[in-house]
Nanobody
Framework: VQLQASGGGLVQAGDSLRLACAAS????????MGWFRQAPGKEREFVAA???????KYAVSVEGRFTISRDANKNMVYLQMDSLKPEDTANYYC?????????????????WGQGTLVTVSS
């Protein structure tokens, strides 16, 4: 299974971006799908996750600004990011975990896509 993340870019504070993650097949349709991010010099951190049933969970730092969703028919997961802040600047990674509930620990995720860079200027 391969995951391909896209949608990153350079935006100004307050702008929006939508990240997309494409899975190569339906294997991950029953998995929890998550987004993580890693800023330069920092550890990878949890951003959001969604169960196969559509239940989301967010990091406190993004709750109310980011929305995770998935389209099982298209094998896609999305992260809508609104009201972006400079501290949201990071490489964003999508990942899949064989759980039925949302998980926030990166070590529990089995599949990872490559990062897509989001840069938010002030």
């Amino acid at each position: 299974v391969q995951l391909q993340a896209s949608g990153g870019g350079l935006v100004q504070a307050g702008d929006s971006l939508r990240l997309a993650c494409a899975a190569s097949d339906r294997t991950l349709s029953s998995y929890v799908m998550g987004w993580f991010r890693q800023a330069p010099g920092k550890e990878r951190e949890f951003v959001a996750a969604i169960t196969s049933g559509g239940n989301p969970k967010y990091a406190v730092s993004v709750e109310g600004r980011f929305t995770i969703s998935r389209d099982a028919n298209k094998n896609m997961v999305y992260l809508q990011m609104d009201s972006l802040k400079p501290e949201d600047t990071a490489n964003y990674y999508c990942a899949g975990a064989k759980f039925h509930r949302t998980v926030i620990r990166a070590a529990l995720y089995d599949y990872w896509g490559q990062g897509t860079l989001v840069t938010v200027s002030s």
